[in-house]
């Protein structure tokens, strides 16, 4: 099982990035690229139709602990939040899906630093929507390696 695979089967198990309908695009050595498609039952305005902000904070949540699952491969820990900051820089537009990046950028022996960026999809080179800033506990698990064989 490579890190695509193992990044989906993760975000298949949580009920509430099912819910989200969040999806894994990309998988790298430190980084993972995630979407998320407007729907009705996201937006956080009915007047303006734009996407609820705790949806784009519950995205880039998932997202910064793939990029841990990433970096940690073939290796499997859970990785809690600890803290996470979120700058939400302006509101995609109507209807648009948007984009996560997250890469890990550290990992000490106890937390794993995580960045995030989020787009509007078919904007990734334009201004983000949002940025953010995580750190996550490491907790190594025995026998947990089974999970990605």
């Not at 902000?53 to 519950?58: H, L, P, Y």
Request: net charge negative; charged share 25%.
């Amino acid at each position: 099982m490579n890190r695509l695979d193992i990044c989906r089967r993760f975000v298949a198990s949580v009920r509430h990035s099912v819910e989200l309908g969040i999806e894994v695009l990309e998988a790298g050595d430190n980084n993972v690229r995630t979407r998320m498609a407007s729907r009705p039952e996201l937006v956080g305005n009915p007047d303006t139709g734009v996407l609820h902000g705790g949806a784009v904070f519950a995205l880039m949540d998932q997202a910064g602990g793939l990029a841990n699952a990433c970096t940690i491969f073939p290796e499997f820990e859970i990785t809690p939040t600890i803290d996470m900051r979120v700058d939400h820089l302006r509101a995609p537009a109507t209807g648009k899906a948007v984009i996560c990046d997250a890469e890990c950028y550290r990992l000490s022996q106890h937390v794993a630093f995580v960045r995030m960026t989020v787009f509007e999809e078919g904007d990734e080179q334009g201004e983000p929507l949002a940025t953010g800033l995580a750190t996550y506990m490491r907790m190594k698990l025995p026998g947990a390696r089974r999970v990605v064989e």
